[in-house]
């Protein structure tokens, strides 16, 4: 290969650019008056999003691609087809493919195999069209939920993200199509929840929260490519960063595969950073630390690579090591088959079928949290024959119920006027559909972001007139500015955006009973809403962007067709300045005496109510486990109410004294089961000493021998005293700090003591808590 079809096979080509979808995207690209076939004339490595970049139909977008790659073959010395990537995060990001929940309801599912299961139709629909790799899943644990991106993620809890990412890479690969893991690494850590903003962690924290998602969805999901972080991490950004690109990524976690820019990451290191003096002395970084593919386009790997490399100052055997490792990846792919692209391309091609519907109502239903439902008459389930005001911001638009990476808010918001392509009911729509349309009256009463008051009494007036008011507030997902949340729609206030607390409170203010419905890609300050003095709403209803069929499964949820049993992957917060926060904290991480402020959430991490009661009992585990060994917990699950319901049994653990201080709550497994009125269930995890690994004062990762408590809870608050050390709790540490816990069924702690030596942690070691149910 010359240096020119090494360099050609190491960048992306960004066909039709019509619209912003990346950080900077007008002021980094242009292809000048180039042709494509002058641009490939060497060969290419990826097409850039040939399907989601603006709306085109799929059967005649698969056809230019078929031919495209065919006049590749055909045209080009060596006679390589490119591989294409696209954005997957929501289902394929293309025109008229399922748009399916945002990753933030993947954790509030708590539903690893329903996850597996989309990823496994959504990586079919993207074969089926010629793509071979997708960008997702996004592993980035919430560490601050002013941070835009946070509907990208999964949760708060690395495990959490860490089993429900593996089992979407899982499903995406069985389809033939590569996932890759996103952002790597510390990414979503950046300052005060500013997107791109410096990333201030130490090692330990790095090595315990952000690494451990990563590590699973490597070792136990053999996830296929990596795309570094933009952020950088105490000084170094990530792209020119070769202790966790190569040194950690491929030397201690053994990775093999092909690392990916994120979009525009290698030039950034020259315009964003200043670490670099050019785009040649950025390629070279890049390369160098690990980076094989640039992507989008060719800004720094095309001629200012080759240019460095024949100046002399860069070796060509860095090249060379990129090339191989991408060439690998087209030979498992298929690419270097002769006969590739030689078949007709697919017609008639349906990208929303029954299967992706069921599984995308499947997942919305699972994943919609209830946050309250008081009262002696609970106002939830919906009684028949009651009529409704459906009002608010969210209420009757499709946009409200898809996340930032969704085809129509990523895409279509450039578009105006064209139609989404495929159906998606609203709130209101499916309301209408359940109730019957002269039960159901509607009235917007503000927009999402507005400060227009003015439509505030014609929903007052509707609520007045209806037995319940519905109030559907929340987001609307985008880029840039183009939204309330979303990359780049970073927040300084967790406020529900405009006006819409003052429709929620004028509507409660009727006296109507009120069910406030959150549509939403962040969690929002609204202990007004759930704890506040006074009149306050009946119910509410946490929604994550539950994509295309969220507004039936929310309909469902408030007329009783379903129970909820969605529960919170992330902490709903008391404040802004109360963030950063996770519930994975130390001691003094939360409140305590010698502190004024309180950074308690109003709901805690897990938290989630359903149509039922749940209760634990009779908890039993293994005393003493070997520091490499694995311990049993066993505890009896019973349905104590009155209709059939699903439970997410969650169980923690808690180091007792460790060489560094430990959390005095964390997640070691968790087990989805359904139980019918009366009903019981024993259910057994099997959980590895490793869940209690951490990174010692050397930076090794260890379980240390001692005791440690182990307890069955319904959130990560829930606690009942036990075991060999009694914190009165894990919400409050002194007397007087902090408000009162939240409630919910706990089983006393248990304490299993740990013996033997410290234990290094090996590759091999289990990581993953697995449970049955008898």
């Not at 201690?252 to 050019?278: K, N, Q």
């Not at 209803?541 to 969220?550: L, R, T």
């Amino acid at each position: 290969m010359t240096l020119e079809e090494k360099s050609a096979q190491l960048v992306g080509y960004w066909l039709d650019q019509d619209g912003v979808v990346a950080p900077m995207q007008g002021e980094m690209t242009d292809d000048g008056d180039r042709t494509l076939a002058d641009t490939t004339r060497h060969g290419l490595g990826q097409f850039t999003r040939v399907y989601g970049t603006r709306p085109v139909e799929p059967d005649e977008r698969a056809a230019w691609l078929w031919s495209e790659q065919r006049r590749l073959k055909r045209e080009t010395r060596l006679g390589i087809p490119a591989l294409v990537h696209e954005e997957c995060l929501t289902g394929l990001a293309a025109w008229k493919a399922a748009t399916f929940p945002t990753p933030l309801a993947w954790g509030a599912a708590f539903d690893p195999d329903l996850v597996e299961r989309v990823g496994a139709v959504i990586g079919a629909s993207m074969r089926q069209l010629g793509v071979h790799q997708g960008l997702a899943p996004v592993l980035d644990v919430v560490r601050d939920p002013r941070w835009g991106r946070v509907d990208e993620c999964i949760g708060e809890d690395p495990y959490l993200v860490g089993t429900v990412g593996t089992a979407y890479v899982r499903g995406l690969q069985s389809a033939g199509v590569d996932a890759t893991l996103k952002h790597f690494l510390g990414y979503s850590a950046s300052q005060a929840g500013r997107n791109h903003a410096p990333v201030h962690a130490g090692p330990r924290e790095v090595a315990d929260v952000f690494l451990p998602p990563f590590e699973m969805a490597l070792r136990d999901g053999g996830a296929r490519s990596v795309m570094n972080s933009y952020a950088e991490v105490d000084g170094v950004p990530v792209a020119a960063d070769r202790a966790l690109l190569t040194d950690l990524l491929r030397g201690r976690l053994g990775f093999d595969g092909t690392v990916v820019a994120d979009y525009f990451s290698v030039a950034f290191l020259e315009v964003m950073h200043g670490v670099a003096a050019d785009r040649g002395e950025a390629a070279a970084l890049a390369l160098e630390a690990g980076v094989d593919v640039e992507l989008p386009t060719g800004d720094a790997y095309l001629a200012p690579l080759v240019d460095r490399v024949r100046a002399g100052l860069l070796d060509e055997a860095v090249v060379d090591r990129a090339v191989l490792r991408v060439l690998r990846q087209k030979e498992r792919l298929g690419l270097l088959d002769p006969d590739v692209y030689e078949d007709a391309p697919p017609t008639d091609v349906d990208l929303d079928t029954p299967r992706h519907r069921a599984l995308a109502r499947e997942l919305a239903a699972r994943s919609l949290v209830l946050l309250s439902n008081d009262g002696p008459e609970p106002v939830l389930p919906l009684a028949l024959g009651t009529s409704i005001a459906v009002l608010g911001p969210n209420a009757d638009r499709a946009e409200a119920l898809q996340g930032c990476y969704s085809f129509a808010n990523h895409v279509l918001a450039s578009h105006p006027g064209l139609p989404l392509g495929f159906a998606i009911p609203t709130v209101r729509e499916a309301l209408v559909e359940a109730l019957g349309a002269d039960a159901v009256r509607f009235a917007a009463g503000c927009t999402v972001s507005g400060t227009d008051t003015d439509g505030i009494d014609e929903a007052v007036t509707a609520a007045r007139a209806a037995d319940v008011a519905v109030v559907v507030v929340g987001d609307q997902a985008g880029l840039f500015g183009r939204g309330t949340v979303g990359e780049g729609n970073d927040t300084a206030s967790l406020d529900l955006p405009g006006v819409q607390r003052a429709l929620v409170e004028a509507v409660v203010a009727t006296g109507t009973p009120t069910v406030v419905v959150l549509l939403t890609g962040r969690p929002y300050a609204i202990g007004w809403a759930l704890d506040g003095p006074g009149h306050r709403p009946a119910a509410v209803v946490q929604a994550f962007f539950p994509g295309e069929e969220g507004g039936p499964a929310i309909a469902d949820l408030l007329t009783g067709v379903t129970a909820p049993s969605g529960r919170l992957p992330v902490s709903l917060p008391r404040a802004a300045g109360a963030q950063p926060y996770t519930y994975l904290h130390p001691r003094l991480g939360g409140p305590s005496d010698v502190t004024a402020a309180d950074s308690t959430p109003v709901r805690p991490f897990g938290f989630g109510l359903g149509y039922t009661s749940f209760a634990y009992e009779d908890l039993d585990t293994d005393r003493t486990v070997d520091s490499d060994g694995v311990f049993t917990v066993s505890v009896t699950v019973r349905n104590t109410g009155g209709r059939a319901g699903e439970d997410v049994v969650q169980l923690y653990g808690h180091d007792v004294q460790g060489s560094v201080t430990r959390p005095l709550a964390q997640l070691l497994g968790y087990a989805r089961v359904a139980l019918d009125p009366g009903e019981s269930v024993r259910v057994r995890f099997d959980v590895p000493a490793q869940r209690f690994a951490f990174t010692g004062r050397d930076l090794r990762k260890v379980v240390e021998p001692g005791d440690v408590e182990v307890w069955v809870a319904a959130h990560a608050a829930a606690s009942r005293p036990g075991g060999a050390a009694d914190p009165g709790g894990i919400v409050a540490v002194g007397s007087g700090s902090g408000p009162e816990p939240v409630p919910g069924a706990a089983t006393s702690r248990a304490v299993v003591r740990v013996t033997g030596p410290v234990h290094e942690v090996r590759p091999s070691d289990p990581r993953i808590v697995t449970w049955t149910v008898s």
